[in-house]
């Protein structure tokens, strides 16, 4: 291994570490759902927004539920529901990019424009309109991300299939009469993947978000299932008697994001490193 890799693989180790540390403590909380006893709708007026305390590590809200839990189990909520919208996305916009970059013409041209028509239509409108019809709830806030997201992935899914639609190996393919599900799958799909590992990471961050702020505006998750955003929404009335309501949903939110957005940049630094160690090899081996 050269200097200059083990360089890149240091550096890239070291921002995954940063990255994972942060996303360790909501995934820790997250774990307390599983102990016993921890009712996340359990109340008990007596002890309305109580402190932090040996009982309630993290205090309770206005109704005497405890914080902690609330807390754990909304993790699942808004973390699971964030990591499916990332990935639905991103595999029905590789899927469109690919075939749009590689088999091309009309297709490309119809693909082409639903993007376009996507990209024009803001995704939280979506969310309203289909909360507003429906009542809202996670799966249609999920399905109402995941169309107006996919567009990105399709751009960079077509962008790298355009170009290796013309590499001797897939021309090889074509010449050997696989199919074109069979040189998607095999030639395609592998290269397309690295440079979208980036986006999805980036994109969890931005669902986790996205998710949080309509949650905050009461278009998400209904009461009184718990909901980092809608919990914080709950707990701003009682922001000058007790912080913690605001608090602590809001760092767990901060650090999660926090911790995809340094993921997806070592993602993309260690890419481009190694595309331009990999280029850069060749013509230090001919000088040689």
């Not at 909501?26 to 040996?54: C, E, I, K, T, W």
């Not at 996305?89 to 041209?109: F, T």
Request: aromatic share 6%.
């Amino acid at each position: 291994m050269t200097p200059q890799t083990r360089g890149i693989s240091r550096n890239a180790f070291s921002g995954k570490v940063a990255g994972l540390l942060l996303l360790l403590v909501p995934l820790a909380v997250g774990l307390f759902s599983l102990a016993p006893g921890l009712d996340p709708l359990s109340q008990n007026l007596m002890h309305r927004l109580s402190p932090p305390s040996l009982e309630h590590p993290l205090g309770t809200d206005h109704l005497g539920r405890c914080l902690l839990a609330r807390i754990a189990h909304g993790t699942y909520i808004s973390m699971g529901a964030a990591l499916v919208i990332a990935v639905c996305s991103a595999a029905l916009g590789a899927l469109l990019g690919m075939i749009a970059g590689y088999i091309r013409g009309a297709m490309d041209m119809v693909i082409g424009r639903l993007v376009d028509a996507t990209l024009a239509f803001p995704g939280i409108l979506l969310a309203l309109m289909l909360a507003g019809l429906t009542g809202g709830g996670v799966m249609v806030l999920a399905a109402a991300l995941i169309i107006t997201t996919w567009p990105e992935y399709c751009r960079v899914a077509r962008s790298v299939s355009r170009t290796l639609s013309g590499a001797p190996y897939v021309q090889a393919g074509v010449l050997t009469g696989f199919s074109t599900g069979f040189i998607l799958r095999r030639y395609l799909l592998s290269q397309v993947t690295r440079p979208l590992l980036p986006l999805v990471s980036l994109g969890v961050g931005k669902a986790i978000l996205a998710l949080s702020s309509l949650g905050f505006l009461g278009i998400g998750v209904t009461p009184p299932a718990p909901e980092w955003g809608v919990m914080i929404s709950a707990g701003l009335p009682y922001l000058r008697e007790a912080p913690h309501l605001v608090m602590f949903p809001s760092m767990l939110i901060f650090m999660t994001v926090l911790g995809f957005i340094i993921l997806s940049g070592q993602f993309e630094k260690h890419r481009t490193d190694f595309q331009h160690a990999s280029s850069a090899k060749p013509e230090h081996q001919a000088s040689a």
